[in-house]
C-alpha cells in the first residue's frame, strides 16, 4: 500500500510572497518584522480604498456591534442604503447582491440562459471569468479549463477588439456575452470605443445580452466609476466584486431595469449575499471613491506613470487609471528588481507584462519610489 504523503494544514493555492503579511495601511504593507512594502498589487486588485482605510474599518466595526448578519429573510436599511448606493454609483437600476467574482458572473451568465432560452455564450481570447462551470466556460485558460471540458457550456470565442471578427460572428443562438472592458489577466488589453458600440449594437439587433465583467475595472479604478461609463455603452448586466467592499468578500449582478423586471422571487437567492457586514463595507468604499479624490487621483496617476516611465526598461504603458500593464523585455528580471526595493506588483499571462492596480489613493511617494526603482534598473543586456 503507497503511503499517503503528508499535507500541510492550509492547501497550497498561490505562490505567496516570501514574507508574511502583519498589517497595511494605505497604500503600503507591513511585513511581520515590521518591514513597510509598496502595494502596487492590491491583493488581487482588491483593496481599492486601501489598506484598513479608516472610514471602512469604522463602518466595520460599527454595523459588526449592532447587527453582524441576517440573510435576505429580514429586509435591513443598510441593505437598501447599499442598493440604492451601488445602482446609482454604477448608472444600473436594480442589483443583486453575492459573495465573489465567479458568484456573480455564475448568477449573470444563468440569467442570459434563462432568459433567453438559449444554450450558448459568447467571450474573448483572453477572457478571464472565474472558476465555478459557467465562468469556466467562458474562460480562456486552458490549464483549469480543460479537466472539465466535457461539463462545460458551448462558447463562441472572438479575437477581443476585432471589428471584422465580431461583425462576421453569428450571435443568433448566443444567450449572454461576456467580457472583461479591459483584458487584466491577458495582459491588459484594451479595446476601442468604436468596438465596444459595435458590440452594444449587435448584442441589440441578435436578442444576445450583453455582460461586463467589472470585477477588475469596476470602483472607480479607470477614473470613472465603472467601465461601462468610460466607454460609453451601458451592458446589460455588469458583475462587480473585489473592490466592492474593500476587501470584505461581496459580489453584485447590477442589472437595467428591462432585465430585473423580466426575473422572479427565487430565480437568484444566496444565504450570505446582501449581509449587513458587506453592505456597511459598501457603503464607506462608494463614499470614499466619490469623496476623497480616488477616480481623479487614478487617472493622473496614470499620466504620471506614462510620462515617467518613458526612457526607461519599460517599453509600453497599456490599460487605463490604476489597472495599468507594463511591457518590459525584462519583466521577469525587473519584478524580482522591484521585489528587492520592496515594490509588489503582479504578473500576467503575458510574460513580457506586469500589472499595477494598487488602492486607488496611491500617494505621489509610493509612485516615485516606483518609478525611480524602474528606472535604477540594470538588465544584464539591455
Ligand atoms: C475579471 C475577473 N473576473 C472574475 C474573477 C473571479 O473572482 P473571484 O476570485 O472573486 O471568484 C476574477 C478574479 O481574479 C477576475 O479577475
Known sequence: MIATPPVPALLPTYAPYPFPLARGEGDRVFDVQGQAWWDFYGGHCVCATGHSHPKVVRAIADQAASLLFYSAAAALPV???????????????????????????????????????????????????????????????????????????????????????????????????????????????????????????????????????EIQTGMGRLGTPFAAQFYGV???????????????????????????????????????????????????????????????????AAVRLRLELKGSVVTEVMGEGLLLGLRSAHSAALKKHLLAKHILLGGSGDPTVLRLMPPLNVSAEALTALISAVHAFQPESK
Open 234 to 300: 451601458r451592458p446589460d448586466i455588469t458583475t462587480s466584486a473585489k473592490g466592492l467592499a474593500s476587501g470584505v468578500p461581496m459580489g453584485a449582478l447590477l442589472m437595467t431595469a428591462a432585465v430585473a423586471s423580466r426575473l422572479k422571487g427565487g430565480d437568484l437567492g444566496s444565504t450570505f449575499g446582501g449581509g449587513p457586514l458587506a453592505c456597511a463595507a459598501l457603503l464607506a468604499t462608494v463614499d470614499v471613491i466619490s469623496h476623497e479624490g480616488l477616480m481623479p487621483n487614478a487617472m493622473a
Open 79 to 213: 441593505r437598501d442604503q447599499a442598493a440604492a448606493s451601488i445602482t446609482a454609483f454604477s448608472n444600473m437600476d436594480s442589483v443583486f447582491f453575492c459573495n465573489s467574482g465567479a458568484e456573480a458572473n455564475e448568477n449573470a451568465l444563468k440569467l442570459t440562459l434563462l432568459l433567453t432560452g438559449r444554450k450558448r455564450l459568447a467571450a474573448f481570447e483572453g477572457g478571464w471569468h472565474g472558476r465555478t462551470l459557467l465562468a469556466l466556460s467562458v474562460t480562456d485558460d486552458p490549464k483549469i479549463t480543460e479537466p472539465f471540458a466535457d461539463q462545460l457550456t458551448p462558447c463562441l470565442r472572438l479575437p477581443f477588439g476585432d471589428l471584422d471578427a465580431l461583425a462576421a460572428a453569428d450571435f443568433s443562438d448566443v444567450a449572454g456575452v461576456i467580457l472583461e472592458p479591459i483584458q487584466s489577466m491577458a495582459g491588459i488589453k484594451t479595446a476601442s470605443r468604436d468596438w465596444f458600440r459595435a458590440l452594444r449594437a449587435k448584442c441589440d439587433a441578435t436578442g444576445a445580452l450583453l455582460i461586463f465583467d
